[in-house]
Structure formats: structure tokens, C-alpha cells
């Protein structure tokens, strides 16, 4: 039989993908994309919230199908990023987000910290390095960065990038200066995540809008460094929410390169955390949840989709199907900030599992514009 007869025969080969000539590399780094499911289409950033609630209502295994068949053209499928998050400052944060057990409004218990000196950061870096992971994530509960700490902030960037690992900070709001002074430091990239719909973010944070949150963006975008902004999922917000979600990141001027999506830990004493509890509300339904991660997928094709917090109480199934659907970076470690995490055991008995190895080579999109 030849290869062509076996396609038209094989119901489960996509025969636009086979059609691809055995010349072509197993990802593009070219910046074209699949729109909703056609291989040629552009990288689109001109999405309808129409259009993106048609992709999440489509049926779950079709959803899964067209997302498996986008990351694959852009990615290396079987390979996943391992990323390891530190909390540099933990607690007092002046910020009242609803989630997050490091505001002051919340009584979670978490006890503020001062900000890590350099070397101890630098240590854990290197911890990190040695248990596998590529990229190095830093994380400060401020509203905004002080201009006096900034030195200390460079100089934990410019430490963790000499070790070869890829480095993210997120410390709040960014002031044009501020972005230009990481972007000299080397910074890879600055996380400040919109967390969900513009509708449903004003019922979660109050202290700062999220015209503030794209202002930041725009001064991380305007620095040159790459962009990382996703959200929150399963805090009380609908279908419509999560719509809006992925439409607000699909529709910036160019796409973030990597995208956090996170199901929400719910954190006693916090805003949701206590809203939540004892509610069918009080975890997100792991099918949602896939459908979010493919449906991010479709839209952002090129970006890296990280599957972060939640991921400690999800089953094994459930995050095969968020890596089949196109989600290819994961955090490990015990814990994320202040959350519980999976940990490497755990992770590495899943990847072996899965038969998933960590992701080797360069970012896709990043890779693309160098
Ligand atoms: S999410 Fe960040 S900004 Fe919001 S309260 Fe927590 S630490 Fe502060």
C-alpha cells in the first residue's frame, strides 16, 4: 500500500498534514498559522469573540483534533519546557486580587518577606539548572517595583542569564524606565497576566484596571522584551469570561509569546478562595479547562502555552489531554510561589509515562524572530 492510499484509507490522518512534503521540518518557524484549522492560514490577530466562542463550543474531539494539528505544525511534538518559579518577595502585596494569598486583604496566613539577596537567588537558580529546567521564573509580590530595588533586580537578572537559563520576572506594574532597565539587564521575558475577561477582571481586582495591566505590556513590548500573559481560569467567571480571555490576548497587536493558563488553587481566606468553597464552582471542570488550553492553542499558534498553577490536583489524564490539546511548558518543583506543585518526582514518572521528554531546542516563536 502506498503512503497515499494508506492516508485517503486512515481515518484518523489528517491528510493536509500528510500532504506535506518529508522535506519539510517537523516545525515552522516560519511565522505563518492556522487560523481555525487550515494550515496555510496567517498568524491572525484579528479574532471575533464570535469566532473564538464557535471554537470552544465545537465538539471536544474535533477542538482537540484542530489544536493537536496546530501545535504539532509549530512545535516539537513530545517536547515539553520544564520551567522552575521562585518567589523573590513573597507576601504584603498592596494589591487586593481576589485569588492570591499574598495580598494583605487576604488572611492566608502568608507572612511577608523581604526581597531575596542576589546569591540566594542565584543558588536556586543554579538548583534548578541541575534538576533540568530551561527557564528560571521570578516573581515579586509588589504593586510596582521601587526604583531602589531595581539594582538588586538586575543584577539577579544578568546572575541567572550567565547560568544559560532563560529568565522571566514578574514584579507588577512597569514604568517605560523601569522595562528598559531589564531589557539592558538581558531579561527574557516579563510576565504581567491579564487573568481573565475585561468583564469579569473588575470582579476580582479592584486596585488597578486592566488598562493599567496593557499599559505594562506596552512598556514590556516597547523595551524589547518578549511578552508572557495568560490568566486565571475557574474563578467563578462563564464561558462568555473565558472568551474574552483568550480573545483579549488573541487580538493584541502581536501575540504574547507565551501564555500562562492557570486553573485556580482556591486559597482559604482569600476572596475566591472563600467564595468558592464547598460550591460546584470550587474547581474548574477538567474538559473546560482543555478546551481553554486548545482553544489558546488555535488562536496564539505560535506562542508557548504554559500549563502552570492547578496542575497539583489534576489528574494524569487531564494533563495529557492539555499537552495533546497544545500545551508545552510546565512548572516544576513543589511549589509555585506560594502554591503546591506537582514536584519533579511526580512530573518525571508522568513524562516517562506519556513517553513526553523536556523541550531541547528554541522557542518556536522566539526562535522565528531571531
Ligand atoms: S497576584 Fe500579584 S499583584 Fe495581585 S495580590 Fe498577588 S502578588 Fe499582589
Known amino acids: 500500500m502506498t503512503s497515499e492510499t494508506r492516508v485517503q484509507n486512515d481515518p484518523f490522518v489528517s491528510s493536509e498534514v500528510e500532504k506535506r512534503p518529508a522535506s519539510e521540518p ?20 484579528d479574532w471575533t469573540r464570535a469566532e473564538i466562542a464557535a471554537l470552544f463550543d465545537l465538539p471536544f474531539t474535533e477542538l482537540l483534533f484542530r489544536a493537536a494539528e496546530v501545535h504539532r505544525r509549530h512545535h516539537p511534538a513530545g517536547e515539553v519546557q520544564l520551567c522552575t518559579l521562585l518567589s523573590i518577595k513573597t507576601g504584603g502585596c498592596p494589591e487586593d486580587c481576589g485569588y492570591c494569598s499574598q495580598s494583605v486583604t487576604a488572611d492566608s496566613g502568608v507572612e511577608a518577606t523581604k526581597l531575596m539577596d542576589v546569591q540566594a537567588v542565584l543558588q536556586r537558580a543554579a538548583q534548578a539548572k541541575d534538576a533540568g529546567s530551561q527557564r ?3 516573581g ?6 521601587k526604583d531602589r530595588d531595581m539594582p538588586r533586580i538586575v543584577e539577579i537578572v544578568k546572575g541567572v542569564r550567565a547560568m544559560g537559563l532563560e529568565t522571566c520576572m514578574t514584579l507588577g506594574m512597569l514604568t517605560p524606565a523601569q522595562a528598559d532597565m531589564l531589557a539592558e539587564a538581558g531579561l527574557d521575558y516579563y510576565n504581567h497576566n491579564i487573568d481573565s475577561s475585561p468583564e469579569y477582571y473588575e470582579r476580582v481586582i479592584t486596585t488597578r484596571t486592566m488598562a493599567d495591566r496593557l499599559d505594562t505590556l506596552t512598556n514590556v513590548r516597547a523595551a524589547g522584551i518578549n511578552v508572557c500573559s495568560g490568566g486565571i481560569v475557574g474563578m467563578g467567571e462563564t464561558r462568555e469570561d473565558r472568551v474574552g480571555f483568550v480573545h483579549t490576548l488573541a487580538t493584541l497587536e502581536r501575540h504574547p509569546e507565551s501564555v500562562p493558563v492557570n486553573a485556580l488553587v482556591p486559597v482559604k481566606g482569600t476572596v475566591l478562595g472563600d467564595m468558592l468553597a464547598g460550591t460546584p464552582m470550587a474547581k474548574i471542570d477538567d474538559i473546560e479547562f482543555v478546551r481553554t488550553i486548545a482553544v489558546a492553542r488555535i488562536t496564539m499558534p505560535m ?16 494533563q495529557a489531554l492539555a499537552f495533546l490539546a497544545g500545551a508545552n511548558s510546565i512548572f516544576t518543583g513543589d511549589k509555585l510561589l506560594t502554591a503546591p506543585n506537582a514536584g519533579d518526582d511526580k512530573d518525571g514518572a508522568l513524562f516517562a509515562k506519556l513517553g513526553l521528554v523536556p523541550l531541547a531546542g528554541p522557542e518556536p516563536m522566539r526562535a522565528a524572530c531571531a
Request: charge should be positive; proline fraction near 2%.
Open 136 to 138: 528560571f521564573c521570578m
Open 303 to 318: 506562542s508557548m502555552v504554559r500549563l502552570s498553577a492547578g496542575r497539583e490536583s489534576m489528574s494524569e489524564a487531564t
Open 140 to 145: 515579586a509580590a509588589w504593586r510596582n517595583p
Open 26 to 45: 517537523r516545525f515552522s518557524t516560519a511565522l505563518e498559522a492556522n487560523g481555525t484549522g487550515s494550515l496555510n492560514a496567517q498568524i491572525r490577530t
